[in-house]
Each structure stands twice: as C-alpha cells, then as structure tokens.
C-alpha cells in the first residue's frame, strides 16, 4: 500500500522553467511533510518541510503549497538551474505512536537543461 | 566532516553469504535509522535506535537481518544468508533530540548487490 503518492516520475524544464512536483496521501494522521534531494551517488537531503498548520513556505528559491483538505503537496522550484537537477522525494510523518519513520514517494527525476 | 558515515559504501556478495553494514552517525545525534532503497523507489523504513535501545522493526525485515547500536553511537545491519532480494543501496540516517529530531541526515549509503 502506496502511502505518498508522488508524481510526475520524471520531468525535463528549460533552465529559468518553474517545475512542479506534486504529491497526494490519505493518511490523516501524517503531520509532518519533508521534500529531499538526491544526487547519484549521495543520500536524500532536507530541502524544505512543512506542517499541515499553513499552506505555504518558501525558502530561497524552494516552495511547498500544502492543500491539507486535498491532501495534496507540491515542490514549485523557481528560476530553476541545471545544478537542481536531482531526484526529489516527497515524504510524509506519522504524528501518532510511529512518529519518528517516514513514509517516501516513489520519487520524480527532474532535468534542468541548459 | 561530520555527517553520517556508512561502510562500506559498495559490496558485492553470493547468495547465501552473510554481510554486515556500519553506519557511523552525527556524533551529538541519539536517534537513528536504517533505510532501504531499491531502483526507482523512494527509501522504505526497516528499523530505529533511540539510544542503544531499538523501538522499531519493519515487517520488511526478515529474521535474515538484524540491527545493532551497542553503545548508543555506531550502528550495524548485518543480513544472513542473503537472497537476489536484498539487493539495494541501504541509507543510514541520524537526527537530534529535541525541536530537530524531524531533520534527518542521511549517509551516502551501503550499495548491495547479491549474485
């Protein structure tokens, strides 16, 4: 059972394009939502994270739109670079007993060209 | 450098064979976890240390693995008699206590492949 359903699985944007990746859960007990970065060869890292309390954050050049009665999330990169190309993972945390283990989407290949 | 440390970073085995991982964490960090990765998939949790104590097993993890943190700091995830199955890149993570115990930082992580 698919907990954080992530899409798109890949996407290719022009340098400067603003791609989106979105997410979907059902779990209503999920009360924390973390994006993470990944290069080949390295761990996921933080990016950005957000409570279900707001419906926005943003952080240089990084957003997170929340819709908690959607329960949708979206990682909107502004004026995007070829350096942010990555694999991102939405993830989501259980705020009941298990509130330490992370549930991850499946993951969105994005390419930033030239 | 004081992120997550994990060894090896790559290891090849035969089915059948026993391997163990080491994963060193952020020294002042007192929770840590173990993750599995496969090719296209986002990390899957197996297990988490509070301490030297475990609270947590994944169902994902057969009797064929077991975690250890002996002293609270280093960690390692030995699996028995591995299976095709098992091959994946395995993540270490570690986070604080406190207001930061969301923020994981993850290792490079331990690479298996089983022949």
């Known amino acids: 059972q698919q907990q954080v359903k992530q899409s798109p699985q890949s996407l290719i944007v022009q340098k400067g394009g603003i791609p989106i990746i979105n997410c979907a859960y059902e779990n209503t007990a999920f009360d924390y939502f973390p994006w993470y970065q990944q290069f080949p060869g390295k761990g996921p890292a933080l990016l950005i994270a957000?409570?279900?309390?707001?419906s926005e954050k943003k952080e240089g050049r990084f957003t997170i739109s929340f819709n908690k009665s959607a329960k949708q999330f979206s990682l909107h990169i502004m004026d995007s670079q070829p350096g942010d190309s990555a694999t991102y993972f939405c993830a989501a945390r259980n705020g009941g007993g298990s509130n330490y283990k992370l549930t991850f989407g499946k993951g969105t290949l994005l390419t930033v060209n030239p | 450098d004081t992120g997550v440390s994990q060894d090896p970073r790559h290891k090849i085995t035969k089915r059948g064979q026993n391997v163990t991982f080491r994963c060193d964490p952020i020294s002042e960090h007192n929770r840590l976890y173990w993750y599995r990765q496969t090719l296209g998939q986002g990390p899957e949790f197996l297990t988490y240390f509070q301490n030297e104590a475990q609270l947590e097993k994944s169902r994902l993890l057969s009797d064929r693995f077991s975690a250890e943190r002996p002293k609270g700091s280093f960690s390692t995830l030995e699996i028995q008699r591995t299976e095709q199955g098992d091959s994946a890149m395995y993540l270490c993570?570690?986070?604080?206590?406190?207001?930061?115990?969301?923020?994981?930082?993850f290792g490079a992580g331990s690479r298996l492949t089983v022949l």
């Open positions: 957000i409570r279900p309390d707001v």
């Open positions: 993570a570690s986070s604080p206590r406190g207001s930061g115990a969301n923020v994981l930082t």
